[in-house]
């Protein structure tokens, strides 16, 4: 199913383009959110697939650690405010092996993790010609199989076991070899082929690489613009993307534990919470979880020129590091983008809408309804409802079902022109005061 934006009705492909220009005068969900990604070089984990975590999931058999190992910090980051997170390992590894008799034990994934696993054979104390093959990772015992030939062996969520013949015992044999191997700018590729057939709103770089920066960059404008997803990549100190899809943090925070997030680890909380923003939300003010400071901070005069340049910033604030201002990179506003394209609660409700608005028109429009008077208005009425319960939500403001949304003929017979005036509401943040002194 194709869409994007329309300069001309000359599209091929059946689709919802959707263009949205700010009025004249005017410079300035529905759909279920809280899906994140992010690809991480790790030391578990099957590699180069779109690993879908769950918050409050027991990861460790699939990611090799428990959540709150220092290994996962970045994953545990997301998982503060992403209600799913899709996870891609860029990286492949070496397994870990041991060999004992005839028993050959091999890490199920590549990665350093797998150093840290070991197998004891033991005789079974009811019957002296079994044996039992016990796992452990960290010396805690995971799995425990009661066999009389190694051929009786299965996998288990650790190790792949291969052999024949009587087990020979020992107190426990380590796996050694297992190494995490290197992260190429041609991993990334693969992952973003990967996730772009997946749905979420946003996708962090964790990364200072400047030829990273530009391929995601790319990739979202892609993605909005040729394909109608309208989603958001987060960058570190990127401004140059002058872009509403892309959102440039420009530094990190200090957590109460003493761990230092800088700017290209804390795009992952960034991505998380604007993924789990709603379109009636802002994040302006919001304090990083579990924060107490930033790691750099500024005087009011770089802040103003951070957020003049289309910096996403975070300040210091009685005890927290809280969002100076929900923005992305645009800042080129002109008659038809204005300023409510780089605030991101703004974004969201007009992404929001498209997405909507499309998702409708394909389920159940598009190919089934004639394009004639009659499927023009239920589809308009189908439209206007949407609107409508955004400004139920206090997303949309002021509309008028009457006059602010019509559905017209296209070029071509098959196709049809949506025409709306959205006002999004912004939230309160700045106030000016008078105060007389009598």
């Known amino acids: 199913m194709a869409g994007g934006t329309w300069s001309t009705q000359s599209k091929v492909r059946p689709g919802v383009y959707v263009n949205f220009d700010s009025a004249p005068a005017v410079l300035g969900t529905l759909g279920e959110r809280g899906v994140a990604s992010v690809a991480l070089p790790l030391a578990w984990g099957e590699p180069q697939t779109i690993l879908a975590i769950h918050a409050g999931e027991d990861v460790k058999e699939r990611l090799g650690y428990d959540l709150s190992a220092p290994q996962l910090l970045l994953v545990r980051e997301a998982l503060k405010r992403s209600r799913t997170l899709l996870l891609y390992r860029l990286n492949v590894g070496t397994k870990a092996t041991a060999t004992h008799g005839a028993l050959t034990a091999t890490a199920k994934c590549g990665g350093h993790r797998g150093n840290d696993l070991a197998v004891a054979v033991r005789t079974n104390v009811d019957e002296e010609t079994l044996f039992d093959v016990v796992t452990f990772v960290d010396d805690e015992a995971v799995d425990t199989q009661t066999v009389a030939d190694l051929g009786e062996l299965a996998g288990n969520a650790w190790i792949d076991f291969a052999g024949a013949g009587a087990p020979t015992p020992t107190a426990g044999v380590p796996l050694t070899g297992g190494a995490d191997g290197n992260v190429s700018n041609a991993d990334h590729t693969s992952y973003l082929a990967a996730i772009e057939l997946q ?223 959205i006002q999004p509401v912004d939230s309160i943040e700045k106030v000016y005061m008078k105060v007389k002194v009598g």
Not at 318 to 335: H, K, L
Not at 397 to 415: E, I, R
């Open 199 to 421: 749905d979420f709103q946003t996708l962090a770089l964790v990364s200072d690489d400047a030829a990273l920066k530009a391929t995601y960059a790319s990739f979202a404008r892609r993605l909005r613009e040729d394909e109608g997803r309208k989603i958001q990549v987060v960058l570190a100190n990127y401004p140059t993307a002058d872009y509403e899809g892309v959102i440039s943090v420009k530094n990190g925070v200090k957590l109460a534990g003493g761990t230092t997030i800088p700017a290209r680890q804390a795009t992952v909380w960034v991505a998380a919470a604007t993924a789990a923003a709603g379109a009636n939300e802002s994040l302006t003010y919001r304090a990083y979880d579990g924060a107490v400071d930033v790691d750099e901070r500024y005087p009011t005069s770089q802040i103003e020129a951070a957020l003049l340049a289309g910096e996403f910033l975070f300040v210091p604030s009685n005890g927290r590091a809280v969002v100076e201002q929900d923005i992305n990179s645009f800042t080129s506003f002109g008659p038809g983008k204005g300023k409510h394209f780089r605030k991101n609660r703004a974004l969201r409700v007009l992404d929001g809408l498209a997405n909507d608005w499309k998702r409708i028109f394909e389920s159940y429009y598009i190919g089934k309804a004639n394009n004639d008077a009659d499927g023009r208005n239920l589809f308009r009425k189908e439209c206007v409802k949407v609107v409508e319960s955004y400004q139920g939500m206090n997303a949309v403001q002021n509309f008028d079902a009457q006059s602010d949304l019509s559905v017209l003929p296209g070029a071509d017979s098959d196709a049809v022109v949506v025409e709306a005036y």
